[in-house]
């Protein structure tokens, strides 16, 4: 479903990603972990098409077609979401407006008429009860004055809601109580099914107790230094990243 | 047939005369036409060298030899309506239209009607209120519009009368390089309300100089809102006074479309204690547009408030300047004014312009002054565009958003709903977040 290949990219001139291969299939989970500034952003970045990150060599390819060529919108409308680490406050644009407009774009791209304001009033009210979020949330602006917490909740409402084929979540676990890291996880594992792939970064193995994964991958200076199934995040969790170069440790408390 | 003389131009004291000879009115109104016009002259045509013209370009309307507008047929159809206004005065070139207005079901203890209505019926008190409020005496102008006016819309409230309705005032101008010189008179007394939109319009090329005077006794409460939406040839400069007694509450909302120059030139004098304002201006620019807001509010009495807003979002070309003072006199203590400009810049070429300043004479006041010149967040355009929202429409959400909280300010529902289609039209947007969120 999403397969990278010799992947190098650049920011601001410095080349940060340094030839990623990855294949995600349809139904898979995959974890990508790694210590600060390896590049796990940056990879989410690229993959959803931000500004400023600059791909040197190599494909991503979306189900065959070419990723990379799209328009950050048009990767969205083929099914592409990402949660993104630092979601954007957005003043004056009510969540419950930006999600309407958001889920027209997808259908008009599809060639679908707009949602019915039942129906959308519906899922919204489903999706709200997954992820545990206050319906006053809705009339709020975007993000605006949320906690860290409630942005991160905000951005699985928002996944469960345009329900994508392929969903990357960066680090939508970090600064997390337990409970909503439950909801983070119910969110993925309700989405979670044969059609769809998921590409999970996270920093600590915490999260992979509840969003197991099929395939673990540590990240490390723009390269992928190790894959492995799920017992792999165990093992880092007690050995850090030391083997690759780092301290132990140091990933912990710089994530704190 | 010789062609009428100009009613703006470099040569006007023909043009007065032309004017004075054909009027019939009482002595006093001629007298203050005659001093108005010696304003006129005195002050002469503004010049870039003058401090409270450097920023206005009027060449382009120094180059025409506007004439008197004649009358002109105006369709009912043409001119906007508002549901809630049952009181509803049009004026066209000026002048009163009485079949496109509606003055049905007056409350008691209310005028409204046109000038020329109340000059008929009871002369003194039109010579008596008439350019009564101090202020704008350098404003070249209000001057002119002092000079040269013709009709416009007269409101008085007796004491502790209350307006359920807003009253919807109407100035429509027809163009063909011509002057305009509207009038509004809005006497609130002791705790009278009432609720007022006036709306500035027109097509081809004209000037519009309004002149706009608020008295606001003790305990009175106006919510005042302009829709500025004049055609793109057109000029605007209008002056408003506004003048409130004691524990008196105005909104001031001001909004600014249209015109290929536009300039408001308010001055506020709070003129007793407790007495509190709210300016909350807007300006939607593009092509080439110029709008510019020149504010002066004086606290001249303890306890005052005035808050102030006033943005600009700025598309090509387009220019803005605000430019407010806020002054506070050596007792005016417990004062609480603030002043703010945001802007929002569209384009490379746009350019926002803010001079706020403070005069602060007293000491114990809680003043302050922002202002602020942007461009969109790409990181938010990003975060929009990552749902799946088109470019376009991304940046239109966020310049909607902006705005939006200035219309959000206007509790009058059918003209928040207007301005927000308004704002939604001029961005390309299908639908406006109030229809998306009720
Ligand atoms: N927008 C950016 N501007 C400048 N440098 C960036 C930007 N994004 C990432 N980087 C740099 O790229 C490197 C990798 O960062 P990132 O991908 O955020 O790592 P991670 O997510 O693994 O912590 C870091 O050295 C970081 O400073
Ligand atoms: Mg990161």
């Not at chain 1, 001139?13 to 974890?31: C, K, P």
């Not at chain 2, 206004?85 to 004026?91: D, E, G, K, N």
């Not at chain 2, 979002?313 to 005016?332: C, M, N």
Request: proline share 4%; glycine share 8%.
């Amino acid at each position: 479903m999403l397969e990278i290949r010799n992947l190098h990219a650049t920011v601001e001139g410095r080349e940060i990603l340094n030839g990623i291969d990855l294949t995600v299939r349809a139904g898979e989970v995959h974890a990508i972990m790694g210590p600060n500034g390896s590049g796990k952003s940056t990879l989410a970045n690229v993959i959803a098409g931000r500004e400023g990150y600059v791909v040197t060599e190599g494909e991503v390819l979306f189900d065959g077609k070419n990723l990379l060529e799209m328009e950050p919108e048009i990767r969205a409308c083929e099914g592409l979401f990402l949660a993104f680490q630092y979601p954007v406050e957005i003043p004056g644009v009510a969540n419950l407006y930006f999600l309407k407009a958001a889920v027209n774009a997808v259908r008009k791209y599809r060639g679908e008429s707009p949602v019915d304001a039942m129906d959308f009033w519906d899922l919204v009210h489903e999706r709200m009860e997954l992820v545990k979020m206050d319906e006053s949330m809705l009339k709020r602006s975007v993000n605006e004055g949320f906690s860290g917490g409630e942005k991160k909740r905000n951005e699985i409402f928002q996944m469960a809601v345009l329900q994508p084929r392929f969903a990357v979540l960066d680090e939508t676990d970090s600064g997390l109580d337990i409970d909503a890291l439950r909801v983070v996880a119910d969110g993925v594992n309700a989405l979670r099914g044969p059609e769809r792939g998921f590409l999970v970064i996270t920093h600590y193995q915490r999260l992979l107790d509840y969003i197991v994964p099929d395939h673990v991958h540590v990240l490390v200076n723009g390269r992928i230094a190790r894959s492995g199934g799920k017992e792999l995040a165990l093992e880092l969790e007690e050995q850090g990243y030391a083997l690759y170069n780092e301290e132990p440790g140091r990933a912990r408390r710089a994530a704190a | 047939m010789t062609a009428a003389a100009p009613v703006l131009s470099d040569r006007h004291r023909p043009a007065f005369d032309a004017f004075m000879a054909n009027r019939r009115e009482p002595d006093k109104l001629s007298r203050l036409r005659r001093e108005a016009f010696e304003r006129f002259e005195a002050l002469g045509w503004p010049t870039r060298q003058q401090e409270a013209w450097r920023f206005t370009d009027l060449s382009a309307l120094q180059s025409l030899a506007l004439q008197r507008a004649a009358d002109a047929p105006v369709e009912a159809a043409a001119l906007p309506t508002l549901d809630t206004a049952i009181h509803r005065l049009v004026f066209i070139n000026g002048r009163f239209a009485p079949g496109l207005s509606k003055l049905t079901e007056l409350p008691e203890r209310t005028v409204i009607a046109s000038l020329g209505q109340v000059l008929a019926a009871d002369p003194q008190a039109v010579q008596n209120q008439l350019d009564q409020l101090p202020g704008l005496a350098q404003h070249p102008f209000t001057a002119l519009n002092g000079t040269f006016w013709e009709d416009g819309a007269f409101i008085y409230l007796l004491p502790g009368a209350v307006l359920d309705h807003p009253i919807h005032i109407i100035f429509h101008a027809t163009g063909g390089d011509t002057a305009v010189y509207p009038r509004l008179l809005v006497m609130l007394d002791d705790g009278a309300r009432a609720n007022i939109v006036v709306e500035y319009r027109g097509q081809g090329r004209y000037l519009q100089a309004p002149v706009v005077e608020l008295s606001i006794d003790d305990g009175a409460v106006l919510e005042y809102h302009q829709l500025q939406e004049e055609a793109p040839q057109a000029f605007h400069l209008g002056g408003i006074k506004l003048q409130q007694g004691r524990d008196s509450q105005t909104q001031l909302h001001l909004m600014s479309f249209g015109g290929q120059l536009a300039r408001t030139d308010l001055e506020v004098l709070l003129d007793g204690e407790h007495a509190s304002c709210m300016l909350n201006g807007l300006t939607v620019g593009r092509d080439n547009q110029a709008s510019n807001f020149y504010v002066r509010v004086d606290h001249a009495h303890p306890h005052g408030s005035s808050q102030q807003l006033f943005k600009s979002v700025l598309d090509d070309k387009a220019r803005s300047v605000f430019d407010g003072i806020i002054h506070v006199r050596p007792h005016a203590q417990k004062t609480d004014a603030r002043q703010n400009s945001r802007n929002l810049l569209l384009s490379k070429q746009a350019l926002a312009q803010s001079n706020p300043r403070l005069e602060i004479l007293a000491d114990d006041v809680k003043c302050g002054h922002g202002s602020s010149t942007g461009f969109l967040d790409p990181n938010a355009e990003f975060y929009l565009r990552a749902r799946g929202i088109p470019a376009a429409q991304a940046r239109a959400m966020l310049v909607y958003a902006f705005a939006n909280d200035s219309l959000n300010a206007i509790r009058l529902n059918p003209l928040r709903e207007r301005l927000a289609r308004l704002l939604a039209g001029r961005l390309a947007l299908d639908s406006t977040e109030e229809d998306l969120t009720s």
